[in-house]
């Protein structure tokens, strides 16, 4: 159907590539640089994940930094100029400044073509939870919902979405700054795997921290089934940072749990892995509403 406005996201949704195609979404790639190079995140296109995290283990330290007003015009004029309204949806606004430019570009704009809308919706997730709010949004777009009420959904609904992250090697959060050197150096001599967790804030929040990598995949997947994961309602995904048998393994364990289920093994994108680091595996789904501090 031709709706009268663009649906519209960004790459730090860790959206699958093949299913942007398969639905047309627009994307506003987001930019990280590695080796001194700067690359935009358009979902693992320019440079494969296997490259990246491969870079990673011999020693890059990639850096991830935020779009800014300029860039947001560019994405979101032609929209306008072409008679369109436009929902775009965000990254979480509690892990970069970047809405803030979003929400420059927008006042500008609406300015400038005052008989136009822009609703932006702040996900307060990013990565693979994100990636299942926006495929079940669009597919109320598609099926010709108006703006209004697709933008309600995903405010009424953000909060279902959920992720359980577990890293692998600690020295890249110690790099990032989330752990400090002391409690990664024990971390590792304890053989300890924080979990990694989306808080209804949208910041990142660590769990529990788990000894061995087989305890804590199979503690992601308990902690998700205790969130009743409805996998009628969409996918679950397992994202990996070039793991793809520990991916598998949490996918066959899901699908013990959870017969019938659509579960998808995707990929960690730059963005959390620049900070997470090669290995690292994450379990997402819609399920009840996170809990609130």
């Known amino acids: 159907m031709d709706q009268n406005y663009v649906f519209m996201t960004d790459s730090d949704s860790d959206l699958p ?26 979902l693992g296109q320019s440079l494969d994940f296997k490259s990246y995290y491969d870079a990673m283990r011999a020693g890059a330290n990639p850096v991830t930094s935020a779009l800014n007003e300029d860039a947001y015009l560019d994405y979101f004029t032609p929209v306008l100029e072409g008679g369109k309204d436009l929902l775009f949806v965000a990254f979480s606004s509690k892990l970069s400044s970047t809405i803030q430019a979003v929400y420059s ?3 500008k704009l609406l300015e400038k073509y005052p008989g136009r809308k822009i609703t932006v919706v702040d996900t307060l997730s990013i ?8 495929l079940k949004a669009h597919e109320m777009y598609r099926a ?8 309600s959904w ?5 909060l279902r979405c959920q992720a359980f992250f577990t890293v692998d090697d600690l020295k890249y959060l110690k790099r990032g700054g989330r752990i400090s050197g002391a409690a990664a150096a024990v971390g590792t001599m304890l053989d300890l795997k924080p979990i990694i967790v989306e808080g209804s804030d949208g910041s990142l929040q660590a769990g529990e921290k ?13 902690a998700m089934m205790k969130c009743e994961p409805d996998p009628e309602e969409s996918p679950i995904i397992v994202l990996n940072a070039d793991a793809p048998e520990d991916a598998e393994r949490v ?6 749990r959870l017969p019938g289920a659509r579960v998808l093994i995707e990929h960690v994108g ?3 892995g620049a900070h997470a680091g090669p290995g690292t595996v994450a379990l997402c789904f819609i399920g009840k509403e996170k809990r609130k501090p």
């Not at 590539?17 to 590695?34: G, N, R, S």
């Not at 010709?144 to 933008?151: C, L």
């Not at 995903?154 to 953000?158: F, G, I, M, Y």
């Not at 788990?210 to 308990?222: F, M, N, S, T």
């Open 17 to 42: 590539f093949h299913l942007k195609e398969e639905y047309d979404i627009p994307v506003v790639y987001m930019p990280y640089a590695l080796n001194g190079k700067e690359y935009f995140d358009d």
């Open 105 to 107: 570009a927008r006042e």
């Open 127 to 134: 990565s693979g939870p994100m990636a299942l709010l926006v």
């Open 144 to 151: 010709g919902k108006p703006m209004e009420e697709v933008a």
């Open 154 to 158: 995903l405010e009424d609904n953000k």
């Open 210 to 222: 788990i000894r061995g990598r087989k305890k804590a995949l199979a503690y992601i997947v308990d």
């Open 251 to 256: 996918k066959a364990a899901v699908e013990q």
């Open 270 to 272: 730059p963005v959390i």
